[in-house]
Nanobody, 112 residues
Framework: QVQLQESGPGLVKPSQTLSLTCSVP????????YHWIRQPAGKGLEWVGF???????YGNPALGSRTSISRDTSNNQVTLQLSSVTPEDTAVYYC??????WGQGTQVTVSP
């Protein structure tokens, strides 16, 4: 199994843009889809969006147009950007390759 690794700032201020990176060893970005999932404390998992093997991205409609997912095949990284964050975006964020391999998650807190 591929071990994914999420990284990014642990603290973001309201109205700013959150940017997270998922590092994928082995260069498999063009062979699989990659999803971002989040889980607020005490709540269930919420799908944030994904990018397809050919590089087309889709975001959860519940998040409006705030979600942007891109990839860097040279560096084997998938990036999530979430704009105009609020405290409701506070959660542990995970990346997963086709719902099979997962990262350990990274805590993001939105606070002034």
């Amino acid at each position: 199994q591929v071990q994914l690794q999420e990284s990014g700032p642990g603290l973001v201020k309201p109205s700013q843009t959150l940017s997270l990176t998922c590092s994928v060893p082995g260069g498999s970005l063009i062979r699989s889809s990659y999803h971002w999932i989040r889980q607020p404390a005490g709540k269930g998992l919420e799908w944030v969006g994904f990018i397809t093997p050919i590089g087309i991205s889709y975001g959860n409609p519940a998040l409006g147009s705030r979600t942007s997912i891109s990839r860097d095949t040279s560096n084997n990284q998938v990036t999530l950007q979430l704009s105009s964050v609020t405290p409701e975006d506070t959660a542990v964020y995970y990346c997963t390759r086709a719902w099979e391999s997962w990262g350990q998650g990274t805590q993001v807190t939105v606070s002034p």
